[in-house]
């Protein structure tokens, strides 16, 4: 038996190429535990992605999760709405976080006053609708490319 292991490109091929193997390749799979645990892997990967992608360094995986995402929105427009729900808590959270930290903020630095603290907030405010809107924008210009 080859004690070389087959390579992540020979395992892939395995899956998506089986006729490329050659018989070295064919024979180590078949007496290397090691190797077939790794294939295992690979199979349930490529299942999971529902599609078989090119093997080798061409392996885009952000190509076919993107694929996905879009086989997905045509099939419900209510996943949708769920990606806005998910936004939407996560951005709720981020402005629980920030005011239990300005809180927090208060109690240590009592000796900081309102105008300081109202001052800070304001350029709070401004960044975190910013940023919000740079998600936003870089969420749709995604979306606007699926289609
Ligand atoms: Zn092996």
């Known amino acids: 038996m080859n004690i070389s292991h087959l390579?992540?490109?020979?395992?892939?091929?395995t899956?998506?190429?089986p006729h490329r193997l050659s018989e070295e390749q064919l024979s180590h799979l078949a007496g290397c535990e090691a190797c077939r645990a790794r294939l295992t892997n690979y199979r349930t990967l490529f299942n999971s992605?529902?599609?078989?992608?090119a093997a080798g360094i061409d392996f885009d995986l952000e190509a076919v999760v993107m694929r996905q995402i879009a086989a997905g929105r045509a099939r419900s427009r209510r996943q949708h709405l769920s990606i806005g729900l998910v936004l939407g808590s996560a951005v709720g959270v981020?402005?629980?976080?920030i005011w239990l930290n300005l809180q927090l903020l208060?109690?240590?630095l009592s000796?900081?006053?309102v105008p300081v603290l109202s001052l800070?907030?304001?350029a709070i405010v401004p960044i975190t609708v910013f940023s919000g809107l740079v998600v936003r924008n870089t969420y749709r210009r995604k979306m606007r490319?699926?289609?």
């Open 106 to 108: 208060r109690l240590t």
């Open 7 to 13: 390579s992540e490109e020979a395992l892939q091929k």
């Open 15 to 17: 899956i998506l190429e």
């Open 145 to 147: 490319l699926l289609d």
């Open 111 to 113: 000796e900081l006053s």
């Open 49 to 53: 992605l529902g599609q078989a992608p």
């Open 120 to 122: 800070i907030l304001s």
């Open 94 to 97: 981020i402005a629980l976080m």
